[in-house]
């Protein structure tokens, strides 16, 4: 069992940055889901929950094309934190962003297994 936990949402204006952080814990070993591939999403109201950026195991990464070389995914050296950085934000960028893991790595779709309870994201023009 993997626990997922969000932090560092709030708001901010258009052209600011914020760093997302998900912590991870829970019975499975840190040696286990050290292994797992993240993710981050983001559900805006009405509209479906879309992937925004994967990391797998051998930190092989993957963006949305909304948010490349904009947002940066990264995950630290024991991978037990996972990070969201975003850079030159826009208002289309808000939204509730949820982290997510598995076994498997489902690349940007919504499939992975653990999820967190999210933390939102306001941008302001």
């Known amino acids: 069992q993997v626990q997922l936990v969000e932090s560092g949402g709030g708001s901010v204006q258009a052209g600011g940055s914020l760093r997302l952080s998900c912590t991870t814990s829970?019975?499975?070993?840190?040696?286990?889901?050290?292994?797992?591939?993240m993710g981050w999403f983001r559900q805006a109201p009405g509209k479906e929950r879309e992937g925004v950026a994967s990391?797998?195991?051998?930190?092989?990464?993957r963006y949305a094309d909304s948010v490349k070389g904009r947002f940066t995914i990264s995950r630290d050296k024991d991978q037990n934190i996972l990070y969201l950085q975003m850079n030159t934000l826009k208002p289309e960028d808000t939204a509730i962003y949820y982290c997510?893991?598995?076994?498997?790595?489902?690349?940007?779709?919504?499939?992975?297994?653990?999820w967190g309870q999210g933390t939102q994201v306001t941008v302001s023009s």
């Open positions: 990391i797998t195991y051998y930190r092989l990464t």
């Open positions: 997510a893991a598995d076994r498997v790595d489902w690349q940007l779709l919504p499939r992975y297994t653990y």
């Open positions: 829970g019975s499975t070993s840190t040696s286990t889901y050290s292994t797992y591939s």
